[in-house]
């Protein structure tokens, strides 16, 4: 063989390989969304032979969507034809209302009327004689989930023989929260800008927004607040209120609402916001006090003039007197004043408002944990029905692990609505791989005690331990423009997650992380179950690298990405030092009744755990206690023994996630793989850093020897 010839035989080999791999490549746009073909040849011949065409009975724009997704990925999924019918013929997927006339005579009225408007029923059933799966439900949204659901049955492997599945969710109002600024920038946002593209809307349509909903349709997200907490007033002004309602237009029939964050100072006019030294107004007015009758109605034409455009407006979301941002108490007002005025406008169109409880003014108490439940526990009773108090999770701000933010509990007159956060500003940005279900499921599994044993979170946020006349669950989400939506991959996990728990908060960490592998990974059995372990102990992991035992907020100011213990600038509640308290006695914030006595805010017998530092969950050992270096722990070891044994933990962790995520390599795409692998091996430099950086520093006052072979 002449050379020339060898050369250009393996020039083509090489372009087959560039080719094949990018062919093949998976730049994670489609999310869990993927509908590869099933991969079990037994089932798929099982699936073959059930399914044989679609029919979709309704006329709507939701129907046209169930059509278009259905007849799109039924025949991916199964490797063959699955044709849009109209007559009925054995093995077809009838989609319909409960209220049409094939439907009636199918005899599922009774269970159909049990169900909510968003839920569905699917069922293996005859109709017209012939065996059939029937989608069925009250609206056309619970067609759409349902329809969603019968191809995650086949996406994930399940049997379909004698489906029989009834399923509404839990909550009423599952939400995302888009942090996201007028300016494409995303406060806390990891990866990349701003999806909403303000300078072309509303004339220029970019594909993703109905990626975006579909999306979130599928997992049953159901409201979208799109501008940031930290609101720019411009939003509520008619050129942005244009924009809004586009993508409101497409979002609705993905049974998604738009809401907005507003700026309690919006009605003041921008010449006297500079005079009184706010951010700019938007209105004419010298002032947005609550109980002044312009404001009140300023806010009542407003959201007159916003129901104009978006007839289905949601309604607002607000961040008051909290970090600077503007509020009722400008005015010596309750944080309940303002809300009720801003409900007393949106209630004539069923709007309501989403209150937020995330407030920690100094003057309260010295203690930040307790503020919040100080300024809001005396307003319950005080806001009007159509308010929600939207509280996060913890005390404090998000971090890699807090106690319950006693609010929970303690304010049975007023929806709470729970606040958890998708983006992972203090675990690790987009860089670090960590899966947070086992965090929300900590958090929605723990036990108040508000009403007794049982008491959980819940069932509070539920609605049915204090029997809320609306239910809510808000995501700080995790999503910008890059191309894969969430930066890192197995970010997408947590987004996943967020809906599936909203809908049912009963599901399993374990499940959804399953599913979510399926889905979207991988379907071979062996491979997803070294994948689950590495998502399973993820948080844990992170926990142990950043603040174990009970820490928190030793991270970089401002930045909340690297570890500064040391930091002892700037406000004082933004201060490690003023949440790690080391010295040379021991490590920890004293909330026990000898100290801030926040533990005072929980209901017995947590309270009492919670102050007996021998009872007190080790995983909240430093949160409520200031411990001494020599503190013996359950394990025997001393307190200092224990910190450095849980980073070390920490970090070894990382070392087995990227073990293990190599031994996958072969079954795994090669983009993904390659993406994941670069961003493991940052987390374990990070996770590095984080573990010797404390260490040291805490050294510094423990006076005892690391020992690093662990
Ligand atoms: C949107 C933390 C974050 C802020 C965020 C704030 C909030 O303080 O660091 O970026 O502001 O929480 O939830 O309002």
């Known amino acids: ?152 049955l086949i996406q994930t492997q399940q049997e379909i023989d004698n489906l029989n599945i009834a399923s509404q969710p839990k909550i009423q109002y599952r939400i995302l929260n888009h942090w996201d600024n007028l300016d494409g920038i995303v406060e806390r946002g990891y990866a990349g800008k701003s999806l909403w593209k303000w300078n072309d809307l509303p004339d220029k349509i970019d594909k993703r927004y109905f990626d975006y909903a579909r999306a979130n349709a599928s997992i049953g997200v159901n409201g979208t607040v799109i501008n940031n907490v930290n609101a720019n007033p411009n939003i509520l002004r008619p050129e942005y209120l244009k924009k809004a309602a586009k993508l409101a237009d497409i979002f609705r029939p993905y049974g998604i609402r738009v809401f907005l964050s507003a700026n309690f100072s919006a009605p003041i006019s921008a010449e006297f916001a500079i005079e009184q030294n706010r951010k700019g107004g938007i209105g004419d007015l010298k002032t947005s006090n609550p109980t002044d009758p312009s404001v009140q109605q300023w806010w009542k034409n407003k959201v007159k003039e916003i129901y104009k455009y978006i007839p289905d407006f949601g309604g607002f979301l607000v961040k008051a007197n909290s970090e600077g941002m503007p509020g009722p108490q400008d005015y010596n007002k309750t944080h309940a004043e303002g809300a009720n005025m801003l409900a007393e406008a949106l209630q004539p169109y069923k709007g309501i408002v989403m209150w937020r409880a995330f407030v920690y003014d100094a003057d309260v108490d010295p203690d930040r944990s307790k503020r919040s439940y100080k300024e809001f526990v005396p307003l319950d009773s005080q806001f009007l029905p159509n308010i929600f108090v939207q509280a996060k999770n913890g005390p404090i701000d998000f971090q890699p692990r807090e106690p319950i933010q006693p609010l929970f509990g303690a304010m049975p007159k007023t929806p709470l609505m729970l606040e958890i956060q998708l983006t992972q500003e203090y675990l690790g940005h987009s860089k670090h791989l960590v899966y947070l279900a086992p965090m929300w499921k900590e958090y929605l599994e723990f036990d108040t005690y508000a009403k007794g044993p049982g008491s959980t979170l819940a069932s509070i946020i539920d609605g049915t331990l204090h029997q809320y006349k609306m239910t809510g669950i808000a995501g700080v989400t995790n999503i910008g423009n890059d191309r894969n939506w969430c930066g890192h991959f197995f970010a997408q996990a947590n987004w996943y997650t967020y809906g599936r728990l909203a809908w049912d908060h009963s599901l399993t960490a374990e499940q959804i992380a399953d599913e979510w592998i399926t889905m979207s990974l991988t379907k071979n059995q062996d491979v997803l179950k070294i994948v689950r372990s590495i998502m399973m102990g993820s948080w844990e992991a992170c926990i142990n690298y950043m603040t174990p035992l009970g820490l928190h907020h030793i991270m970089q100011e401002g930045f909340h990405y690297g570890p500064e213990p040391s930091l002892g600038k700037g406000r004082e509640d933004w201060r490690s030092t003023y949440y790690h308290r080391a010295d040379s006695v021991g490590l920890g914030y004293n909330r026990s009744s000898t100290g801030s006595d926040a533990v005072s805010q929980y209901f017995s017998p947590l309270r009492e755990t919670f102050d007996n530092i021998e009872t007190c969950p080790e995983k909240y050992l430093l949160w409520f206690h200031h411990a001494a270096w020599d503190h013996k722990l359950r394990s025997g070891k001393t307190l200092w023994e224990e910190l450095r044994a849980k980073y070390y933990s920490g970090t070894n962790y990382v070392n087995e996630m990227i073990e293990k995520w190599s031994s996958v390599k072969t079954y795994i795409d090669p983009d993904i793989f390659m993406h994941v692998q670069a961003r493991l091996d940052t987390q374990k430099t990070d996770a590095g850093i984080w573990r010797d950086t404390c260490l040291q520093y805490f050294q510094g006052f423990s006076k005892k020897p690391i020992i690093t072979a662990e």
């Open 1 to 152: 063989m002449n050379t020339l010839f060898k050369s250009s035989l393996s020039l083509a080999f090489l372009l087959t390989i560039i080719f094949f791999n990018t062919a093949s490549a998976d730049d994670g746009y489609d999310l869990w969304l993927k509908y590869n073909k099933v991969g079990n040849q037994a089932l798929l011949e099982k699936y073959s032979q059930a399914i044989s065409s679609i029919i979709v009975l309704d006329k709507s724009k939701t129907c046209r969507i169930i059509q278009k997704e259905l007849s799109a990925n039924l025949p991916k999924l199964l490797a063959k034809p699955v044709p849009l019918k109209r007559m009925i013929i054995a093995g077809a997927v009838v989609i319909g209302k409960s209220n049409h006339p094939l439907i009636k005579k199918s005899r599922c009225a009774k269970q159909l009327g049990a169900l909510n408007n968003e839920g569905y029923l699917i069922k293996s059933t005859k109709i017209n004689g012939k065996q059939c799966i029937l989608i069925t439900a009250k609206k056309d949204i619970g067609l759409l989930y349902g329809s969603f659901h019968f191809l995650r």
